[in-house]
């Protein structure tokens, strides 16, 4: 989910449209995912809200993440090596969006069939 929210923020399709599928695959329910798409600030689990936050936040500009962003997480049950995670997995997802975007990868057509 934090790579569907960082690829829609970042505008890569392939990306977006992939881990959707991926969510979609997994059980995750498409009224969420949509949620993430549209806006987060809208869903319900708070928890949930405050990751995609924090991960959003941290692809963008880590370098202004402050102490609360972390205490918010911790706030919600994270360990500091999960908050380590969901800094990894954002940078993943920026790196995964940068191959996809510069190589002009197109969206596959088996994204819409899942």
Same mark, same amino acid.
């Given at each position: 989910m934090i790579f569907v929210a960082i690829s829609q923020d970042r505008n890569c399709r392939y990306c977006a !449209? !992939?881990?959707?599928?991926?969510c979609r695959m997994l059980g995750v329910h498409p009224d969420v995912c949509e949620s993430m798409v549209r806006n987060i600030d809208n869903h319900s689990d708070?928890?949930?809200? /405050?990751?995609? /936050?924090?991960a959003r936040k941290c692809a963008r500009d880590p370098q202004s993440l402050t102490a609360e962003d972390h205490k918010t997480l911790f706030s919600h049950g994270y360990t500091q090596s999960q908050i380590v995670e969901v800094i990894s997995m954002s !940078?993943? /997802?920026?790196? !995964?969006n940068i191959l996809a975007d510069a190589t002009a990868m197109e969206n596959d057509e088996m994204f819409d069939l899942i």
């Open positions: !449209a !992939a881990h959707i599928a991926c708070l928890k949930l809200r /405050a990751t995609i /936050a924090f !940078a993943l /997802a920026v790196y !995964a």
